[in-house]
């Protein structure tokens, strides 16, 4: 043959086997992994495929081929994470991608204890001026206003919020020990159902601190009210963890039964020694209220420290009114003597005492506002007081006096036992309460606790691998389609076809926590891929930056079809358990 035809041919092969070589079929393919569909039930090896922003198929085998591929043999693919308590709303302003809940296998922050909106000008003031490390606009007014900045921002995870009872409060009524009047309370409720409008999951409240603290039950009922109607739940920072913790739990099975929302309890525990004990009666109380069809559920971290700040250490009453009355007043010799009079009472009956319940040595410093006190950073207050040659109690106050702030501090309350008891429960999910930094940055100027770098590697490689109080079917499903099904998120929280594919593939052999006290800003291991509404927000173990992440809105949020309130809680159908 002649090589002029010989080339010809050959050409003409080529051209053929391009055309014919098949197009991918699919954005992403993650092949061969052990599937968790988030139900609890046992894995199945199989393959999912993603077509945008949603599973697309899952099966033994996918025959098409996707645009990106993950080899997942001997790695378990499970639905994004779910951080319950989630409080990166400063730190999502300095690095958007959430690094320390990323590699995790976090895909949703829901934020909210506090809520960032809806606030106005005085609250906006104030906002700027305790800003610590990260520092940033406050140009926003409602909370609808935040999440949608944050958004256009660009960030890694999802984001959604609750909206906070006592921001309400604030709004309304400053932050005084004061009831509100009619006139005030139904300004409140209208807040609450705007917020709710706005994409809020519900309505939350945190009732150790000031001014939420004030609140009366009869105000959370009228509040979670308004939040029932348009679909949320409520859920609470408790009024004590600790000497009252019985009657505080009872009093959040008050709040739902009479407003008609299912409730969540942050971060159960039992704080202080005196207290480890009143794990079971607790548990046993919650269960009869589930048994009674009552909807209530919890959510924990997995750690025997807390992380407040110094006014957890203080009455009330010295703090009302804010930051600058409070401090004010601790300058006071005759407010000081009777301040450090009731830091020393053991069991006081009209507060919760976390320096009682922690004692100085077992209270770190974590964060400081000032510069020259960031030295003290990671030291015990015991050690401090000893430096300065004063009492704890005076050593406190002056910190506080001295940064401008209420200082961040660990403290220690919890035992290990309770802990590994409470990760078994089935009713119970898991939220870091902290934010999601990356280390380096701003973030080297204070200290974490470790939660927020390990919280939920640590329920995975700990708790299920080497202790077995979990298995890993029923830890996924806690970290998954049990807080979207109380959230409400039909949409998330399993792998399902046609649901968003928030996606992690990690190695249950190798996952793992690093973080400590002493060195927190130690980055997990063990996840690999975690996709964000069907984007790579993490990929072979780095991060890509990509802004995947939205705003995820409650049932009542008006920019859905059928969206707004009702007129009435039953007109929803609740498709939590």
């Known amino acids: 043959m002649r090589p002029a035809l010989l080339s010809v041919l050959l050409l003409a092969t080529v ?28 894995p199945f090896v199989g393959d999912v495929a993603v077509t945008g922003d949603r599973i697309a198929e899952i099966a033994p085998h996918v025959a098409g081929r996707g645009k990106a591929e993950i080899d997942a043999r001997g790695k378990a693919v499970a639905p994004g994470f779910i951080n319950m308590l989630a409080h990166p709303e400063e730190s999502l302003m300095a690095d958007g991608r959430a690094l320390s809940d990323l590699v995790q296998g976090v895909t949703l922050e829901v934020m909210g204890e506090i809520s960032m909106g809806p606030i106005n000008e005085t609250m906006r003031k104030a906002a700027v001026e305790e800003q610590g490390d ?24 999802n984001i959604a919020s609750f909206v906070g009872a006592g921001t309400v409060r604030t709004y309304v009524l400053g932050e005084g020990d004061v009831r509100p009047t009619p006139g005030q309370l139904t300004t409140m409720q209208g807040l609450v159902r705007s917020a709710m409008e706005d994409g809020a999951l519900g309505v939350t409240d945190a009732l150790i601190y000031n001014p939420a603290v004030y609140a009366k039950t009869p105000e959370l009922i009228a509040l979670a009210k308004v939040s029932a109607t348009c679909g949320g739940m409520y859920i609470a920072h408790i009024r004590n963890e600790g000497d009252r913790l019985g009657a505080a739990v009872q009093e959040t099975f008050d709040i739902a039964e009479a407003s008609g929302a299912p409730a969540e309890i942050y971060h ?4 202080g020694r005196d207290n480890w004990g009143k794990l079971d009666k607790v548990v046993a109380m919650i269960e009869a209220e589930r048994a009674k ?5 919890a959510d924990m971290y997995n750690y025997t420290a807390g992380a407040t700040g110094l006014d957890a250490a203080m009455p009330n009453w010295v703090q009302e009114g804010g930051y600058a009355k409070w401090a004010e007043r601790l300058k ?4 000081r003597a009777r301040v450090v009079a009731e830091m020393r009472t053991s069991h006081p009956t009209t507060w919760e005492n976390m320096y009682a319940g922690a004692g100085p040595k077992g209270m770190v410093l ?9 030295p003290l950073t990671g030291k015990t207050l015991a050690e401090v007081a000893a430096m300065r040659g004063k009492s704890p109690e005076e050593t406190a106050m002056d910190l506080v006096v001295e940064d401008g702030s209420r200082v961040g501090v660990a403290y220690f309350l919890m035992t290990e036992d309770n802990v590994r008891r409470e990760v078994a429960l089935p009713w119970m999910s898991f939220g870091s309460d902290a934010g999601a930094p ?20 640590r329920v995975l490689g700990h708790y299920v691998r080497e202790t077995h109080d979990a298995t890993l079917p029923d830890a996924i499903r806690r970290l998954t389609s049990l807080p979207a099904d109380n959230l409400s998120l039909p949409d998330r929280g399993r792998l399902q076809v046609a649901k968003y594919a928030d996606v992690v593939v990690f190695d249950p052999v190798t996952i793992s926590d690093h973080s400590t006290y002493e060195r927190p800003d130690q980055l997990a291991t063990g996840v690999s891929d975690v996709l964000v509404n069907g984007m790579f927000a993490l990929r072979d173990g780095k991060p890509t930056g990509a802004a995947s992440g939205r705003v995820v809105r409650g049932r009542a949020w008006t920019g859905a079809p059928n969206g707004g309130c009702r007129e009435a809680a039953s007109e929803w159908t609740w498709i939590g358990d």
């Open 15 to 42: 051209s053929a086997t391009t055309v014919a070589a098949p197009q991918p079929t699919y954005d992403v393919v993650i092949r061969g992994g052990q599937i968790f569909d988030g139900s609890g039930g046992a």
């Open 134 to 157: 990260i520092r940033y606009p406050v140009d926003w007014t409602t909370l609808d206003q935040y999440l949608t900045m944050l958004q256009k921002k660009g960030i890694s995870p």
């Open 268 to 271: 159960f525990k039992q704080a």
């Open 293 to 297: 069809g009552v909807r209530i559920t």
């Open 332 to 335: 006071d010799p005759q407010i």
């Open 366 to 374: 974590l964060a400081f506002k000032s510069p020259a006190l960031k």
């Open 438 to 457: 990356s280390p380096g940055g701003a973030f080297k100027l204070s200290k974490e606790h470790p939660r927020a770098y390990g919280n939920f590697a």
